[in-house]
C-alpha cells in the first residue's frame, strides 16, 4: 500500500488532498523580477475569444453571404434601397405540359443509329420520286424544279433567311444590298 492509497486500493478523499500537497510543496527560488516569474500568470492576457485585443480590432472580414446579393447598394456608410435588385421568382405554368421536370434513372437507354444522307434522301424526296415514277416524269431535272416551282417569292425568301439556312449571314435584315429581287 502507498502513501496515497487507502487498505482497499482506493484514494479517499483526505487521502488526495494529502497527495496532492505532498507534491506541490517545493520550493523554487527565482533570481528574475516577480512579474517575469514561472507561475505569474498575470504577464499573459487571457480572453475569452481567440486571438489577442489588437488583431480582433483591426480585423475586418466581410460577412459571408454564400452567394445572396443584398437588395441595396453602399453610398459610403449608408445603405440606399433598390427595388429592381429584389429578385423575382417567375414559374411556368406547366399544367398540359408533355414532357416531366426529371428524367428517372430506371428509363432504358436510348441508342439512335447514325442519321445518314440515306435516310435524308427517304425523309425528304422518297415520296416525291416514286409519285414522279407513277407519272412516268424520269429527268433529274424536272424533280428538282418541280420542288422550286411549289415556292412562292415570298416563301422562298422567307425560307432562305430561316433559322439553319446558311445561304445568308445572320445580319443580312439590315444590309439592303443582299436583297434579292425576283
Known amino acids: 500500500m502507498g502513501f496515497c492509497t487507502s487498505r482497499f486500493g482506493v484514494m479517499s478523499r483526505c487521502s488526495r488532498q494529502v497527495c496532492v500537497l ?6 523554487c527560488l527565482s533570481t ?14 487571457i480572453h475569452n475569444v481567440r486571438g489577442n485585443l489588437h488583431d480582433r480590432r483591426n480585423k475586418a472580414l466581410p460577412r459571408e453571404t454564400y452567394g445572396m446579393r443584398e437588395p441595396f447598394i453602399m453610398e459610403g456608410e449608408e445603405k440606399v434601397f433598390v427595388p429592381e435588385l429584389v429578385p ?3 414559374v411556368p405554368d406547366l399544367t398540359n405540359f408533355e414532357l416531366k421536370p426529371y428524367v428517372s434513372y430506371r428509363v432504358v ?9 440515306r435516310d435524308l434522301f427517304d425523309a425528304v424526296y422518297s415520296e416525291k420520286v ?18 422550286e416551282e411549289m415556292l412562292s417569292k415570298e416563301e422562298a425568301w422567307k425560307k432562305a433567311r430561316q433559322t439553319g ?18
Open 165 to 182: 439556312s446558311d445561304i445568308f449571314p445572320a445580319d443580312c435584315e439590315g444590309q439592303k444590298s443582299l436583297k434579292i429581287d425576283f
Open 22 to 27: 505532498w507534491q506541490i510543496q517545493k520550493r
Open 32 to 45: 528574475s523580477e516577480a512579474l517575469c516569474g514561472k507561475r505569474n500568470f498575470r504577464k499573459f492576457q
Open 88 to 90: 423575382e421568382l417567375v
Open 130 to 147: 416514286a409519285q414522279d415514277w407513277k407519272a412516268g416524269v424520269e429527268e433529274e431535272e424536272t424533280h428538282a424544279r418541280a420542288l
Open 109 to 117: 437507354e436510348v441508342s439512335q443509329s447514325e442519321f445518314t444522307a
